[in-house]
Structures are given as structure tokens and as C-alpha cells.
């Protein structure tokens, strides 16, 4: 009866010892990606941060410069405006024809809206 105990014993020890150490919890290294994954997941928290879409103030300023772009090409006048850019040139006849040049202001703005925001 003692050598069947005995046996019995050491079949308990034997397949019993095994068992405890795979039971234990087994930390790995920290500093080791895999190590602080299966910590995070250990714990019950998701090292998963999804990407974000694109950074916000950026969107927001590009947004707010398209909105002063347009604000300002609506202030502008739709009629057509000259200026005189400097002094007077003489023509043929000898007469005096001042330089004149359209206002582009408002294309500009129409030209960087385009290109900008649309």
C-alpha cells in the first residue's frame, strides 16, 4: 500500500508541477513591443489608437483663409477699375496719354480662390 501511495504521489507531482508553473503569470521584459502589448491586453486595454483623419487646425485654418478669400473678392467691386501706375508717355502726335492699367485685384483673388479651395 506505501509503494502504491509512493506511485500515486509521484504521478501527482510529476503532471501536477507542470501544470502549476503554466498557471503562473509569466511578465515579460518591459522595453519589448510584444512585452507591453501583452501587458496592455493582460490588463484589459487596447494599445490600438486608430490614425486620425487629418490634423484639425489645419482643416480649420485652410477653412477659415478660403472664407476670408472669398469674404474679400465679395467686397471687391464688379465694375472695372483703372489706375495710373506713374507718370504720362508722349504718343505720335505729341500728346500726353496717361498710363493706365486695369485693376486685377479682384481675378487675383478669384485666381488664389480657384487654386486654394476648390
Given amino acids: 500500500m506505501?509503494?502504491?501511495k509512493a506511485a500515486l504521489l509521484t504521478v501527482v507531482l510529476a503532471l501536477g508541477l507542470p501544470a502549476i508553473s503554466l498557471a503562473q503569470s509569466t511578465k515579460p521584459a518591459q522595453g519589448n513591443a510584444a512585452a507591453a502589448i501583452s501587458d496592455a491586453v493582460q490588463d484589459g486595454a487596447s494599445p490600438y489608437r486608430p490614425p486620425e483623419a487629418a490634423d484639425p487646425t489645419a482643416a480649420e485654418?485652410?477653412?477659415a483663409k478660403c472664407e476670408s478669400l472669398k469674404s474679400q473678392?465679395?467686397?471687391t467691386s464688379k465694375t472695372r477699375t483703372y489706375t495710373s501706375p506713374g507718370t504720362?508717355?508722349?504718343n505720335a502726335q505729341g500728346r500726353s496719354v496717361p498710363k493706365i492699367?486695369?485693376?486685377k485685384?479682384?481675378?487675383s483673388l478669384e485666381d488664389t480662390y480657384?487654386?486654394?479651395c476648390t
Fill in 101 to 103: 492699367e486695369r485693376d
Fill in 73 to 75: 473678392y465679395n467686397a
Fill in 2 to 4: 506505501k509503494d502504491h
Fill in 105 to 107: 485685384t479682384r481675378q
Fill in 114 to 116: 480657384i487654386a486654394n
Fill in 61 to 63: 485654418a485652410k477653412r
Fill in 88 to 90: 504720362a508717355t508722349q
